[in-house]
């Protein structure tokens, strides 16, 4: 099993930033990738970034280089930082990883950031 607990969202004005932090506990060896998906009111979930053990990533098209991700193996922590925020980013961002190698087996709670115009 795998626990994942997310901090950092919250209320920003358009064009700032904020910083979502998710530490993972429990079997995090079995941990093949960690990252991030979003979910806004009305639409579905769509990845934000993700990252494996040996530092790769991947991020969704939206993103457009200003959300890098980043982890520190040794906190089991994976950071996503968020910069040139808009209103189309207000969304439950939530952590995830992924043990098997299908896809998410582990969620964190969510999020909330809200981005105002």
């Known amino acids: 099993q795998v626990q994942l607990v997310e901090s950092g969202g919250g209320l920003v004005q358009s064009g700032g930033s904020l910083r979502l932090s998710c530490a993972a506990s429990g079997d995090t060896v079995a941990i093949n990738h960690m990252g991030w998906y979003r979910q806004a009111p009305g639409k579905q979930r769509e990845l934000v970034a993700t990252?494996?053990?040996?530092?790769?990533?991947r991020y969704g098209d939206f993103v457009k280089g200003r959300f890098p991700i980043s982890k520190d193996n040794a906190k089991n922590t994976v950071y996503l930082q968020m910069n040139s925020l808009k209103p189309e980013d207000t969304a439950v961002y939530y952590c995830?990883?992924?043990?098997?190698?299908?896809?998410?087996?582990?969620w964190g709670q969510g999020t909330q950031v809200t981005v105002s115009s």
């Open positions: 995830y990883a992924d043990v098997v190698g299908l896809g998410p087996d582990y």
């Open positions: 990252t494996t053990s040996g530092g790769l990533t």
